[in-house]
C-alpha cells in the first residue's frame, strides 16, 4: 500500500544539515549590526539629538516633534543603506503575538517618479485598524480607530527589508489594547516604588530597573513529518498518538551531543539573533527527545521581552530553511516533558546594586531581606494574581506534569535564606553575613565549588535561585510581558505599602532600622504559608497548600477571575498599571481565546477521527474479517474457534473503539454547537473547561489503542517514535 506518511519519514530520514555561511570571523563584527543603537546613533544623528533622546529613555522626557523629525531622517537612512524598503510599527496586541502593518518608504512625487518620506510624525505615531484585534468590548467593530506610539526605550531594528520600530498600541480613548503598554507603565511603578525603599539603604540611588534573562524551551520536528499531522498544523500539539517505546526514561537526551542538524538550526539561529543584539548565551538538549533550549544574558524587562517576541519569529524562519517546524506549544507531545520560559527576575539599582543579593555587610544583609521579604508578601497576598498570569489553555497540559511546576504558586528557598528569614522572625543574627559557603570534594585537582545560597527545586513554580527569582511557570509559547508586568506590579504595590508602614513608625520616633525590622518581621509572619522547600507534586502538598490558604484552582478560566479581585483591582489601579475597564477588558479577551483554541481542538480532533483514524481501522477490520472467512473455508468448525480466537478479539476490539469514538465524536459536535451558542464569554469558557475537554482524553484514549493494534504500514499519521528522534 501507497502510505503517504513513509514518504514523509523516508525524505526526514534522508535530509543532511544544511550549510550557511558566517558572515563574520568574530561575532563581535556583525553583532548589532540591524539595530539602530547607539553605534549608528553616533553615525546618523547629531550628539545633541543624541542627548534629547537619551532623556527621554532615562527620565521620560517628552521627545519634542522636531527632534523626532531628526531621529527619523538618520533612521531612514541607515535603514535604506541596509536595502529596507518599507517600514512598521511593531506592536504586542493582546493575541499574545506581534503585529505589524508594512508600509513603503517611497512616496508618488506628482511628477510621474518617488521619493523616500520617513517624517518623524510617521515616526512616532501611526494609526492601524484597532477593531479586529482581540479588545474584550473596549473597541465596537464599528469604531476602528487606533494608535500605535514609538516606544524610544527599545531600539528600531530590521527583519527583511523592513524598520520595525517598537510601539505601544492602544485605543482611541486612551486603553491599552496590548501588553508593551502596562508593561512599561508597571515598570515605572517599580522604579519609583524600589527606589524610594533603596533611600533607607543608600540616598545616592535615583534608579531602579527590573531585569529579565527568559530561557526559551522548545521542540523541532522535520518539516515533512510536521506536514503529515493536521493536529500539529492546526495547534501545534498532538491531539492523538501512542507513547513511544523509547522516551525520555533513559534521561539519555538531556545535555547530551546535540544532533547534527539541530545544531546546524542553532548555529544560524544565533547568527540571526546576534545580527539583532538578542544575546544569546546557552544552548543545549533538553529532557524530552528533539527537544532544545536556549538562553540569553540579562537585560532590562521591556527590551528582554521585545528580543524574545523577536526570537520566536526568527526561529520560524530558520527552522524552515533547515526543513524543520518549531514547536512552542507547552505540551506537544503526551508523556513526555513540556516546553516552559523559565522568566528570572530581578531588581537593580543605577548604582550597581542588585537587590536580590546579600551582600557583605550588615546595612547590605539587611536590604537584601528587605526586597526579599517584600517579594514573597507581594507573592503571597496576589499568588492568584501571579498564576492568573501564566494560565493558558496550552499551559494547562503542562502545569504539574513531568517535571514542569504544579498550579499552585509556592516559593522555594533553600535551606540558608530559609533560616536567615526564621532568625529575622525571632530577632537572632538578624545581620547575619554567612549566606554562602564552600563544597570541598577532597579531590587534589579539583578547586573548592562556591556553593549558591539556595538548592534548585523544579516542582517550585517561584523560586529564588541565588540572586534572583525564577518564575519556573511561564509557558513556551507566552509573551512574558504579561507574567512580569504582574511581578513588577504586586511588588511596586507592596513596596510603597511597606515604605508606608516604616516612615509611620519612624515619624513615631522609632529608629530605621529597628522600623524596618519590625515590619519585615510582620510581613514574615503573614506570608510563610508562600514559603515550601518540598515536593510540589505530592498529595500532601496540595491538601496543606488549602490550608495555607493558597489559590489551588485548576479551571483556567475560573483562575482568570483573580484579575478582576478586590485585592487585584486595587494593586493595579493604585500603582496606576491598568484601570478597572482595561482589567475587566483583558478578562474578556483571556476567556474568549480560551474558547476559540478549545474549539479548533475539538473540531481538529473530529475531523482527524472521522477522516483519518477510523476509516483505516475500519478498513483493517475489514482484512482481518476477510483472513476469518479464508479460514472458514479452509479449516473444519471444530477448529476454526481455537484458530481465528486471536483475530476475532482483536475484530471485537476495533469495534469497540470505532465505536467508542463514533459515539463521542458525535457527542462532543453536538456539546461544541451548544457552547458556541453561549453569549456569556466567561460561562462559555466555563462550559468549554468542564464538558468539553474531558472529551479529548477520552477520544485519544481509544484512538491510541487503535494505534497499537492497526497495522503499521496502514496507518496514517507520523508516531512519536518517528517523530521525536532527530538524526
Known sequence: MDNIRFKAIETAMSREPVTFKVPAKSTSEYYGCKVFNKVQMDKYLSKKTI??????????????????????????????????????????????????????????????????????????????????????GLRNTFEARGYTAWDASSPAFIIGDTLCIPTVFISYTGEALDHKTPLLKSIDAVNKAATEVCKYFDPEVSKVTSFLGWEQEYFLVDAALFSQRPDLVLTERTLMGHESAKNQQLEDHYFGSIPLRAMAFMQELEVECYKLSIPIKTRHNEVAPSQFELAPVYEEVNLAVDHNLILMSIMKKVAAKHHFRVLLHEKPFKGVNGSGKHCNWSLGTNTGVNLMSPGKTSEEYLRFLTYMVNVLAAVHKNNGLLKASIASASNAHRLGANEAPPAIISSFLGTQVSAALDALLTKKNVVKTDVSSGLKLNLPQIPEILLDNTDRNRTSPFAFTGNRFEFRAVGSSANCAMPMMVVNTIVAYQLAEFKKEVDKKIGKGMKTEEAIIEVLQGYMRECKGICFDGNGYSDEWKAEAKKRGLDCETSVPKIYDSFTTEQSMKVFTETGVLTKVEVEARNEVWWELYSKKIEIEARVLRDLSSNHILPVATRYQSVLLDNVSRMKSIFPESKLKDLAKCQLRIIEDISKHIASVRKMSYEMSELSDELTSIEDEREKAIGYHDRLVPYFDKIREHIDELETIVDDQMWPLPKYREMMFIR
Open 51 to 136: 542627548q534629547i533622546l537619551k532623556d527621554t529613555i532615562d527620565n521620560g522626557i517628552a521627545l519634542d516633534r522636531t527632534v523626532a523629525d531628526h531621529v527619523a531622517a538618520g533612521m531612514k537612512q541607515w535603514a535604506m543603506e541596509m536595502g529596507a524598503t518599507h517600514y512598521t510599527h511593531w506592536f504586542h496586541p493582546l493575541t499574545g503575538g506581534t503585529a505589524e502593518k508594512h508600509d513603503a518608504f517611497s512616496e508618488p512625487n506628482g511628477f510621474g517618479s518617488s521619493m523616500e518620506e520617513f517624517s518623524g510624525k510617521l515616526l512616532v505615531q501611526q494609526e492601524p485598524d484597532a477593531s479586529s484585534f482581540p479588545n474584550g
